[in-house]
């Protein structure tokens, strides 16, 4: 499919146009327009076309392109990191971390992936030999959000380019340069036209695309309100589905043999991708002893901080939300807590401009009568409980709707371990905020979604688990 040509600060085709704002100054890099009826059904066609090709294809071969891929992910760097501060406020340093980390992704499937997918002989009643087989299913489409321009992708795209499926990837509308370097970095490395495509559809279109019998399944990292809609209409036309959603996660801790530099770890695990991060540490659950000296280091943190050019890498500054509407939208849940008894000790106000900066904050108090209690804060907002035990921990911890992840600490690794393993959660850490890592699969429970995503998990969403009998 043909990419789109960019507009000035205009919108044509269906639906909503996809524009490339640059959050630090609200300046409008670039505006495309969203897909034609006629651009979707090229869409469709074609990748229906390249999964007759591509499927028949040795897995090795397909491995051979999936390489390539992560190749070119390890040498475009620079260039591609460059986009996504840009275009989402990402700080580089941790634009290039996400661009390296697909780069280890598309690796470990070119190189696990053959053996994941291996048939797999199990025991036959009756006699006769019964294998596993893993094939794949067909089109998939993918829904990917802003956050993650590059990694969203690599963890869907990656194990499915390999096992055999092929890609129509719907990416954000905020984030339509990542997209489009995306397209360029797959047709480069040699991904067969039809075999991964870009298409800027709108909403009623990616209802149309899911119903749409040449569809197979779709993959949806996104909120709790999409992850619904997408499921109902997947749903209706009895076709599987994978969702990664929003996230709430406990981070508790129980004690510490160095309270400010627990503190310091925790502000800064909040604080990546300025807390934007469906598993990010969203709500700190720390012992009475300790509580109000972890409460004061990260006030000490979050008020040294000053707002930054997110490309300058400029040490003590904080980077801009995605947008104006997202740290308008923070700053608002924020104020609703305060006026409703929670206590702000820094931050939480908007910076004057038309960047998209909020100062990190602070907010302790927050009870169960209180929105912010059960809401997703998406943004650089530490939130602190005291609680008075390891039982009073763990209630808090999973009360929520959600259940992506979750970590404790401890100086006692088995007290640690023993309230991780009754998280309610699809992930559960013990002394580290997250075990991240191509090989470590990643998903959720409850209100956070369903399915997996990398590692060994990854390969077997999206299959066909076939039984092979053949008698004696």
């Given at each position: 499919?043909?990419?789109?040509?960019?507009?000035?600060?205009?919108?044509?085709?269906?639906?909503?146009?996809?524009?490339?704002?640059?959050?630090?100054?609200?300046?409008?890099?670039?505006?495309?327009?969203?897909?034609?009826?006629?651009?979707?059904?090229?869409?469709?066609?074609?990748?229906?076309?390249?999964?007759?090709d591509?499927?028949?294809?040795?897995?090795?071969?397909?491995?051979?392109?999936?390489?390539?891929?992560?190749?070119?992910?390890?040498?475009?760097?620079?260039?591609?990191?460059?986009?996504?501060?840009?275009?989402?406020?990402?700080p580089?340093?941790?634009?290039?971390?996400?661009?390296v980390f697909?780069?280890e992704?598309?690796?470990?499937?070119?190189?696990?992936?053959?053996?994941?997918?291996?048939?797999?002989?199990?025991?036959?009643?009756?006699?006769?030999?019964?294998?596993?087989?893993?094939?794949?299913?067909?089109?998939?489409l993918?829904?990917?959000?802003?956050?993650?321009?590059?990694?969203?992708?690599a963890r869907?795209?990656?194990?499915?380019?390999?096992?055999?499926?092929?890609?129509?990837?719907?990416?954000?509308?905020?984030?339509?340069?990542?997209?489009?370097?995306?397209?360029?970095l797959?047709?480069?490395a040699?991904?067969?036209?039809?075999?991964y495509?870009?298409?800027?559809?709108?909403?009623?279109?990616?209802?149309?695309?899911?119903?749409?019998?040449?569809?197979?399944?779709?993959?949806?990292?996104?909120?709790?309100?999409?992850?619904?809609?997408?499921?109902?209409?997947?749903?209706?036309?009895?076709?599987?589905?994978?969702?990664?959603?929003g996230?709430?996660?406990?981070?508790?801790v129980?004690?510490?043999?160095?309270?400010?530099?627990?503190?310091?770890?925790?502000?800064?695990t909040?604080?990546?991708?300025?807390?934007?991060?469906?598993?990010?540490?969203?709500?700190?659950?720390?012992?009475?002893?300790?509580?109000?000296?972890?409460?004061?280091?990260?006030?000490?943190?979050?008020?040294?901080?000053?707002?930054?050019?997110?490309?300058?890498?400029?040490?003590?500054?904080?980077?801009?939300?995605?947008?104006?509407?997202?740290?308008e939208?923070?700053?608002?849940q924020?104020?609703?807590?305060?006026?409703?008894?929670?206590?702000?000790?820094?931050?939480?106000?908007?910076?004057?401009?038309?960047?998209?900066?909020l100062?990190?904050?602070?907010?302790?108090?927050?009870?169960?009568?209180?929105?912010?209690?059960?809401?997703?804060?998406?943004?650089?907002?530490?939130v602190?409980?005291r609680?008075?035990?390891?039982?009073?921990?763990?209630?808090?911890?999973?009360?929520?709707?959600?259940?992506?992840?979750?970590?404790?600490?401890s100086?006692?690794?088995?007290?640690?371990?023993?309230?991780?393993?009754?998280?309610?959660?699809?992930?559960?850490?013990?002394?580290?905020?997250?075990a991240?890592?191509?090989?470590?699969?990643f998903?959720g429970?409850?209100?956070?979604?369903?399915?997996?995503?990398?590692?060994?998990?990854?390969?077997?969403?999206f299959?066909?688990k076939r039984?092979?009998?053949?008698?004696?």
């Amino acid at each position: 499919m043909t990419s789109p040509t960019p507009t000035a600060a205009r919108s044509t085709g269906a639906g909503p146009a996809y524009r490339s704002i640059n959050p630090a100054t609200g300046e409008v890099l670039a505006e495309f327009p969203t897909a034609t009826d006629e651009d979707v059904e090229r869409a469709l066609t074609s990748a229906e076309t390249a999964f007759q090709d591509w499927r028949r294809r040795t897995i090795e071969e397909r491995a051979a392109v999936v390489t390539r891929v992560g190749q070119l992910f390890a040498e475009r760097v620079d260039e591609l990191a460059a986009i996504i501060t840009e275009e989402m406020g990402k700080p580089l340093a941790e634009a290039r971390d996400e661009v390296v980390f697909c780069a280890e992704i598309f690796g470990y499937f070119a190189e696990r992936g053959p053996a994941l997918a291996a048939d797999q002989e199990i025991t036959a009643s009756g006699g006769g030999r019964a294998v596993i087989q893993r094939r794949p299913v067909g089109v998939l489409l993918g829904i990917m959000p802003w956050n993650y321009p590059y990694y969203q992708v690599a963890r869907f795209a990656a194990p499915n380019l390999v096992t055999g499926n092929t890609i129509v990837l719907k990416h954000a509308e905020s984030c339509p340069r990542s997209a489009l370097a995306l397209q360029q970095l797959m047709d480069d490395a040699g991904v067969p036209a039809g075999a991964y495509v870009n298409l800027f559809a709108s909403h009623e279109q990616v209802a149309e695309i899911i119903a749409d019998p040449r569809v197979q399944g779709v993959s949806l990292t996104g909120s709790e309100r999409a992850g619904a809609k997408v499921a109902e209409i997947a749903g209706r036309n009895l076709k599987k589905v994978v969702l990664e959603l929003g996230g709430s996660d406990p981070y508790i801790v129980l004690d510490s043999a160095d309270v400010a530099e627990s503190a310091r770890s925790a502000f800064a695990t909040r604080m990546g991708n300025t807390g934007q991060a469906c598993n990010s540490n969203k709500r700190m659950i720390v012992t009475a002893d300790i509580h109000d000296d972890f409460v004061a280091e990260l006030t000490r943190q979050a008020q040294a901080l000053t707002p930054g050019d997110p490309a300058a890498e400029t040490p003590g500054t904080y980077a801009p939300l995605s947008s104006r509407a997202a740290a308008e939208n923070l700053a608002a849940q924020i104020r609703a807590a305060v006026d409703a008894g929670a206590t702000l000790h820094a931050g939480g106000t908007l910076v004057d401009g038309p960047g998209a900066y909020l100062a990190p904050a602070v907010l302790t108090g927050v009870t169960p009568e209180m929105a912010a209690y059960r809401e997703e804060l998406f943004g650089p907002v530490a939130v602190v409980y005291r609680v008075e035990n390891d039982d009073e921990a763990l209630a808090l911890a999973n009360d929520t709707p959600y259940g992506l992840g979750g970590a404790v600490f401890s100086t006692d690794p088995e007290r640690a371990r023993k309230v991780a393993e009754e998280l309610e959660s699809g992930m559960a850490n013990v002394n580290a905020a997250e075990a991240e890592g191509a090989g470590m699969p990643f998903g959720g429970v409850k209100r956070s979604g369903y399915g997996r995503e990398l590692g060994p998990l990854g390969m077997d969403e999206f299959v066909n688990k076939r039984l092979l009998y053949v008698q004696d």
